[in-house]
Nanobody
Framework: QVQLVESGGGWVQAGNSLRLSCAAS????????MGWFRQAPGKEREFVSA????????RYLDSVKGRFTISRDNAENTVYLQMSSLKPEDTAIYTC?????????????????????WGRGTLVAVSS
């Protein structure tokens, strides 16, 4: 069992930055691909980013490429999402996710059913 707890959300003006953190409890953190999803009011949940156990592989939603950076610290069982040049359209609940690493996982890395564990989410609100 893995528990995920997000922190770092808040209210910011457009153009500013925030860093989200996700602390994972449980064993074998390096057995999991970690990631972030978001859900804006009235919209469907969408994939934001994912990172492999060794940090060798990452994926991003097209609209956040070049602005967001995902990273992880395996010694601290923590994954981060550094968000820069924030826009009002980035406003959403951001949720940390974990998926047991397995063959072909990267083929479905953007899909909700790929992930085994979900945090409760943290609000990011960007004002114009």
């Amino acid at each position: 069992q893995v528990q995920l707890v997000e922190s770092g959300g808040g209210w910011v003006q457009a153009g500013n930055s925030l860093r989200l953190s996700c602390a994972a409890s449980g064993r074998a953190f390096t057995s999991y691909v970690m990631g972030w999803f978001r859900q804006a009011p009235g919209k469907e949940r969408e994939f934001v980013s994912a990172i492999s156990a060794t940090s060798a592989t990452t994926r991003y939603l097209d609209s956040v490429k070049g602005r967001f950076t995902i990273s992880r610290d395996n010694a601290e069982n923590t994954v981060y999402l550094q968000m820069s040049s924030l826009k009002p359209e980035d406003t959403a609940i951001y949720t940390c996710v974990a998926a047991r690493d397995r063959d072909l996982i990267w083929q479905t890395i953007r899909e909700v059913p790929t992930y085994d564990y979900w945090g409760r989410g943290t609000l990011v609100a960007v004002s114009s």
